[in-house]
């Protein structure tokens, strides 16, 4: 049964063999003497500048969400306009789907710009 | 490109799902007439924005009752199916919709939360109810399950400043997706298994020999756990509480009604559809094999039995020791499902005749003690427990008798819509031979009795310790009470209209295909 998936078994054998020798060889040699600062936040060698938890800007979201908007038109619109010779023989009604479903994101579009998601201040 | 069958009618779609057209649609239109009229005040503009939903609900309800009732082609590509009982229950679910719109338009006002976005969520959630109802295929169940419920999630967060609705509404969302995922699984299995997602497809494929295999009954097992959650059945019930007293008060009954009105629906349809020989009554060549599936029974009964059995004990026992009135009608919901999941063990056409008008009156008798509540709170979480009723019977005495009359209807004392609701659904158990749930049931609802009449002997027996001033009372609610307690009196006295209506819907759920 060669299916040519041995060489990744025996690579990924190998690896895990290699990680774990080194990991063991160094907690085998290494010395282990913990104190508080090493358990503190590593910042290339410097002290701490400030703290990890920040509060950061709401509309980095609300970009992200309004890509959605965009991102949904290309995944769907895309393999219909691959398959849309085909489709198109069945009549008109799928040329006019693909304009509401654009007009019903467009409504989602013009309303988050309308509530001011892209205003920048 | 065949198997597709484009047999596209505009004419066919309009008539089978333009209840949801409208919703959509109209739910389209309110977003951009809530930028439009975004110059004016916020509280004309959410006020229009009220009126407006209100007239759309009832538009819906009209194109339903007319133009749907008596169809003979009733199956839209194999998606969506206008049977009179996906239509009844879409209108108890519109009604709802409607009586919550009107009691809104006042509930906003006293809470200071005007934003438009809170109809348009509304008038989605009832078009995914709507359409969670009338589908026929288990994929588009599951989309529009979905739609329904991410609009309620966002519905019961709707005070952003209310720690409590934040808090249920972010528990109700993780549980509610960990049962959407149940169901979703549920629906690969059985596409595994039988190679279909068409409700009579899977009833044709089951009843040729699967309906030995294990598979199935995992399948089954795990789309009803999915249904279960939105039930609110007893081990899936535990969101119930938190979600229900945290939520705004006119959503917590539109919640309580709607969305359990569509899990019922479609449980009910689910069920009897595929796992049950109901297809080989409708006397056609090709659902005769169906009439194998009574095998089935021997499985889903006693699970049901037991479930039924507990939701009623928990609900009504954990009920009587709430002081908060809102998590105590929230019990009382967990309760009032494992009333109705009586009618479905019950496997006859007076159990789902029962079911359905158990909706029904439920619908108005909740959102009716929903609508009183909030009148009482004033601001939400001023007055809601029960030392703050204490009293009120005399103070605001229209009030008193309304909440008085809702808590009656709900403990099933007779002449309400709730006396003669748990009637259909006992009576049917009866005849099927459970007497001894039905008897177990009975003495449940005289555990129920207890807790609904202690806020009735507070409001009139006792002396007030706090001085409670309700909130400003609005006209639309004052209309939307009154519907809902002449109702609730009318099916009380009358019940015969409803239920021949009831009865005819549940009988064309042979016929989808």
Known sequence: MMSGFETIVMYLGMSLLVVLAMLGASALLGPFRPRPQKATTFECGVPLLEPGHKRYSVRYYLVAVLFLVFDLETVLLYPLAVKYKALAQLGWGVFFEVFIFVFVLLVGLVYAIKKGAIDWR | ?513
């Open chain 2, 1 to 513: 490109m065949n198997d597709l069958n484009f047999s596209f009618d505009f004419f066919h779609l309009w008539q089978v799902i333009g209840g949801q057209l409208i919703l959509i649609v109209a739910g389209l239109i309110l977003i951009l007439a809530d930028i439009a009229m975004l110059k004016l005040d916020e509280d004309v503009r959410s006020r229009r924005l009220g009126w407006l939903t209100v007239i759309i609900f009832a538009l819906t309800a009209a194109h339903m009752m007319s133009r749907e009732w008596g169809l003979h082609n009733i199956v839209f590509m194999g998606i969506f199916s206008a049977d009179k009982f996906s239509i009844f229950v879409s209108i108890v679910m519109v009604l709802s919709g409607l009586l919550a719109a009107l009691m809104s338009i006042g509930y906003l006002q006293n809470n200071d939360v005007m934003k438009g976005e809170y109809y348009i969520l509304m008038i989605y959630a009832v078009a995914g109810a709507i359409g969670l109802v009338q589908s026929v295929d288990l994929l588009m169940m599951f989309i529009t399950l979905e739609v329904m419920s991410l609009a309620i999630y966002a519905l019961a967060a709707f005070l952003k400043n209310n720690r409590f609705s934040q808090e249920g509404a972010l528990k109700y969302f993780l549980l509610g997706s960990f049962g959407s995922a149940f169901f979703l699984f549920g629906v690969a299995v059985i596409y595994g298994v039988t190679g279909t997602i068409n409700l009579t497809k899977i009833a044709q494929s089951i009843a040729g020999g699967l309906y030995t295999n294990p598979a199935i009954l995992l399948a089954f097992a795990m789309l009803s756990v999915g249904l279960f959650f939105k039930m609110a059945m007893v081990p899936f019930h535990m969101w119930t509480p938190d979600v229900y007293e945290g939520s705004p008060s006119v959503i917590t009954g539109f919640m309580a009604t709607a969305v359990k009105a569509a899990a019922f629906g479609v449980f009910v349809k689910l069920l009897f559809v595929t796992f049950t020989p109901m297809l080989s009554q409708s006397g056609q060549p090709d659902f005769q094999n169906t009439i194998n599936l009574a095998a089935l029974g021997a499985y889903w009964k006693p699970v049901l039995w037991w479930l039924a059995l507990l939701t009623m004990f928990f609900g009504n026992l954990i009920a009587v020791s709430q002081q908060n009135v809102k998590r105590m009608l929230a019990y009382s919901s967990i309760a009032h499902a494992g009333y109705m999941a009586v009618g479905i063990i019950a496997a006859n056409g007076d159990g789902r005749m029962g079911v359905l008008f158990y909706l029904f009156s439920y619908t108005l008798m909740n959102l009716g003690a929903f609508g009183v509540i909030y009148l009482i709170d004033g601001k939400e979480r001023n007055a809601q427990t029960l030392e703050d009723y204490r009293g009120l019977g005399y103070k605001y005495p229209a009030l008193g008798f309304l909440m008085g009359l809702f808590l009656v209807a709900m403990a099933g004392l007779p002449p309400t819509a709730g006396f003669i609701a748990k009637f259909y659904v006992f009576a049917a158990a009866i005849k099927e031979g459970y007497f001894l749930l039905a008897a177990l049931g009975v003495m449940t609802s005289v555990i129920g009795a207890y807790y609904y009449l202690r806020v009735i002997y507070m409001m009139y027996m006792k002396d007030e310790v706090r001085d409670v001033v309700r909130g400003p009372v609005a006209m639309p609610t004052v209309i939307a009470l009154v519907i809902t307690a002449i109702g609730v009196i009318y099916l009380g006295i009358l019940p015969e209209q409803l239920a021949n209506i009831a009865n005819a819907a549940q009988q064309s759920l042979s016929m989808i295909f």
